[in-house]
């Protein structure tokens, strides 16, 4: 009675293990999928974050002979603070800032701060066959700020 019993068991083992074999390659891309959209999701934020410091910078008081000057140097202050926020990545993030006339309101002058970061040629995770398809190629993220030209001096 002991070797039937034996047999089966070995039997049930080798079907367990032919199972995990067949489960494992799907949770192991679920989970791979978990960890690489979550990391693209925290850098996403953190270049959400620097851009949005990056544009309050250019609040700060910057001293020049007139206006176009100390909008010039607003946009370049703001671009310096906001790649030092994202330094943390260890790679380069394009930093792009800008003004001009706001849209809304052509009296005021508004800066514009843009991150950009290229997932396609810096993954935070290696990338898998798979989930390369559904991967971003960049991540960016934008920033104004209003600025009343009268005070800018």
């Known amino acids: 009675m002991s070797i039937v019993h034996r047999s089966l068991s070995s039997r049930q083992l080798g079907a367990s293990a032919v199972e995990f074999a067949l489960v494992f390659p799907l949770f192991f891309m ?3 999928a978990i960890v690489t ?7 996403q934020q953190g270049l959400t974050l620097a851009a949005e410091e990056g544009a309050r910078a250019a609040l700060n008081y910057q001293l020049a002979p007139n206006i176009n000057t100390a909008l010039g140097k ?3 202050f703001a671009c310096q603070v906001a790649t030092g926020l994202t330094t943390w990545l260890e790679t380069k993030v394009d930093c792009s800032s800008d003004w001009a006339p706001c849209a809304y309101d ?3 002058a508004c800066v514009t ?7 396609k040629d810096r993954p935070l995770v290696p990338p898998m066959p ?3 398809v559904t991967l971003p190629s960049q991540l960016t993220s934008m920033a104004t700020v209003q600025l009343n030209p009268g005070y800018v001096l």
């Open 37 to 43: 959209f979550s990391m693209i999701f925290v850098v």
């Open 130 to 132: 798979l989930l390369n």
């Open 74 to 76: 607003r946009t370049a």
């Open 113 to 119: 701060v843009t991150l950009t970061y290229d997932y």
């Open 106 to 108: 052509a009296t005021m």
């Open 30 to 32: 679920i989970f791979y």
